[in-house]
């Protein structure tokens, strides 16, 4: 019988001032798909969306302060969930650039 694949969950939230606008959809999606086979979901406002398709996300519409659940299904899913979390974590390294459109 073969083993289930393994699923990882963690929930995060948006911290960068823009929210998750084209830049860091871009980079999220990048980030999603060096996982290989590693399927990638982010559950937000009770719906859920293909972490690795860029259109999908910026379907999200989440602004600063939303919560994503990220789900990840197959061998690398810990990996994934926790990479990805911290890419949303760190604001997706754009605080700069924010404040550089704010001024």
């Known amino acids: 019988m073969p083993a289930e694949p393994l699923v990882a969950r963690r929930e995060v939230e948006i911290t960068n001032p823009l929210g998750l606008h084209l830049r860091p959809a871009d980079r999220f999606v990048r980030l999603a798909n060096s ?59 754009e605080e700069g650039h924010a404040e550089a459109l704010v001024s």
Request: aromatic share 6%; net charge negative; charged share 20%.
């Open 35 to 93: 996982f290989g086979d590693t399927e990638i979901r982010v559950r937000y406002a009770g719906r859920e969306f293909n972490g690795k398709s860029i259109l999908e996300l910026t379907m999200l519409a989440a602004e600063c302060g939303a919560t994503l659940e990220l789900i990840a299904q197959g061998p690398q899913a810990e990996a994934a969930v926790a990479a990805l979390a911290e890419l949303i974590s760190t604001g997706f390294d």
